[in-house]
């Protein structure tokens, strides 16, 4: 690793990664692969990128990859939503009109060998443009610069990840040329079970045989799952994973949704993470993000309170009161598509307005913990397993942050959160793009070009969802799930 590149030149890696960056050239030929993925975590929290062959990974981890960056025009379709060949077609960046590349760059301690795929091996990449800046719509960069913040307040953020999926036995991959293209026909499928036995183990035991395999290679790959829950729908599944810094916890998600969906394809199933799929009797899926902040010179949780009365300690008020000041406007964070809408329903274990409650799972924001209790934190309920994990945990940082900085008045817990007297969380896509594109708070935090950049994608999908609907004459407000999601999402996600 010692001739010089692009990584070198630009000073893109820090530490120990060039020592890590050996280790995993003498891994890859150790374990005889043949075959590295490079992948890159686009704007939607969807892996893409290059494989190379095993002799070229050291010179990939030296130069970077190039990656064209049409790929950061496309919306859930994969169609290209932005000109990319017209003048200023390269989002008033020169380096990226006429569909010219970005550089991938791998990063080095995220290399794993996958269980899955014979001779494979993994890497996670960053993007940056050709003079070594990071690519501002890059979500990763954006996490990175928001857990600088907090860092430069002495400040660890630590994340803990629930999430739900449904994971079906594959009937028909739906292969016949007339069923390409953008989005594909979603496969059809059959159940693995009726559900709705919560928690029994009768319902586990014949949910176990997709577990089984899941579990090996998940664990395999170094990541840290905790437990495995039958679920409330039939074929729904529920995993947690250990509470990590903010940058693993996104790494790992990514990875996580990533490998699920490789490894049940592999096994004759489907899994998906749109909310709610549009099959008979399918119940809403959720992503429950469970955070807190530590001291960063002794590891203290910081939302602990020492008030036995108290909920959270005064930092973790004042955390809570930015959460929930800014909720309104984030909320296309934490629910991007047109389908993650359906959970927000009154009495349904998801949020419908901007509440907070102690223990309580009506509420937008659970408080979960006290005083000695070291997990003391708060879980953000309002997620939808599509959700891109940098832009939800960035989007949280930073609102919590405020609240800190400002200190917002917080009002007291809400008892009865679906009948108290709080703004209700947006009802659709539509009036969440709204409410981010009025956001001061937003615009100052992630940048005016990337707001204005994000909005343009989501609203792309946003028309192509109200024209079907005009052609269908179907009202968007009401009904069961359509057929354009269950298009644009059931596989995509």
């Known amino acids: 690793m010692g001739r010089t590149g692009f990584v070198e030149r630009h000073g893109l890696w820090s530490g120990d990664d060039a020592d890590i960056a050996a280790r995993v050239v003498r891994d890859i030929a150790d374990a005889g692969l043949e075959v590295v993925r490079l992948s890159w975590p686009d704007q939607h929290g969807i892996l893409r990128g290059k494989t190379v062959m095993a002799s070229e990974a050291e010179q990939a981890m030296r130069n970077g990859c190039a990656i064209t960056t049409t790929l950061l025009a496309k919306d859930t379709s994969h169609a290209t939503v932005f000109p990319v060949f017209s003048p200023g077609g390269g989002f008033g960046i020169p380096e990226m009109e006429n569909a010219g590349d970005f550089v991938g760059v791998p990063v080095p301690s995220s290399f794993r060998v996958l269980p899955w795929a014979p001779k494979t091996g993994w890497m996670l990449c960053d993007a940056y443009l050709s003079d ?16 600088d913040e907090v860092a430069a307040e002495g400040f660890d953020y ?83 994973l250990a509470p990590a810094g903010g940058l693993q916890a996104a790494d790992n998600m990514m990875l996580f949704r990533s490998a ?41 949780n910081l939302f602990m309170p020492a008030d036995g009365d108290a909920p959270l300690s005064e930092t973790g008020q004042a955390f809570l009161a930015g959460l929930l000041e800014h909720a309104l406007a984030g909320t296309v964070f934490t629910t991007p598509t047109v389908n993650g809408y359906r959970r927000f329903q009154p009495n349904s274990l998801a ?20 005083a000695g209790d070291p997990a003391t934190r708060i879980e953000n309920r309002a997620g939808e397993p599509a959700a ?52 001061r708070f937003y615009r100052e935090t ?12 989501k609203q792309a999908e946003l028309d ?25 999402y059931y596989d995509f996600f």
Not at 138 to 147: D, G, H, N, P, V
Not at 158 to 163: D, L, N, W
Not at 405 to 424: C, T
């Open 158 to 240: 630590v994340a803990g990840i629930e999430v739900e999926c449904h994971i079906y036995k594959l009937e028909d991959a739906r292969l016949d040329p007339s069923d390409a293209g953008q989005p594909g026909a979603p496969p059809e499928v059959s159940l693995l079970a009726h559900g709705f036995h919560y928690l029994t183990e009768q319902r586990f035991d014949q949910l176990d045989p997709v577990f089984e395999f899941l579990r090996r290679d998940l664990l395999a790959l170094g990541l840290p799952l905790r437990t495995l829950e039958s679920e409330f729908g039939p074929s729904q599944f529920e995993f947690t």
């Open 260 to 300: 699920v969906k490789q490894i049940c394809r592999r096994h004759g199933y489907h899994a998906t993470f749109m909310c709610r799929p549009g099959l008979p009797n399918a119940f809403a899926s959720g992503w429950h993000l469970h955070q807190s902040l530590a001291e960063s010179a002794s590891g203290t």
């Open 132 to 147: 070594g800046t990071p690519v501002p719509f890059s979500t990763r960069a954006i996490l990175k610069k928001t857990l």
């Open 388 to 439: 891109n994990p940098y832009l939800f945990i960035a989007a949280q940082i930073a609102a919590g942050l405020d609240g800190i900085e400002r200190k917002p008045a917080l009002g007291p817990s809400d008892d009865e959160p679906y009948q108290a007297d709080r703004p209700l969380l947006p009802a659709d896509l539509a009036t969440a793009l709204a409410a981010l594109g009025d956001s």
């Open 464 to 488: 192509r969802y109200a024209q079907y609907c005009e052609d269908e004459r179907i009202d968007p407000a009401i009904g069961d799930v359509t057929g354009w999601e269950q298009n644009e």
């Open 446 to 457: 992630f940048g005016d070009v990337f707001v204005d950049y994000y909005r343009a994608l």
């Open 351 to 370: 949020p419908d307005r901007v509440s907070w409650g102690v223990d309580h799972r009506g509420s937008l924001m659970r408080v979960i913990g006290g």
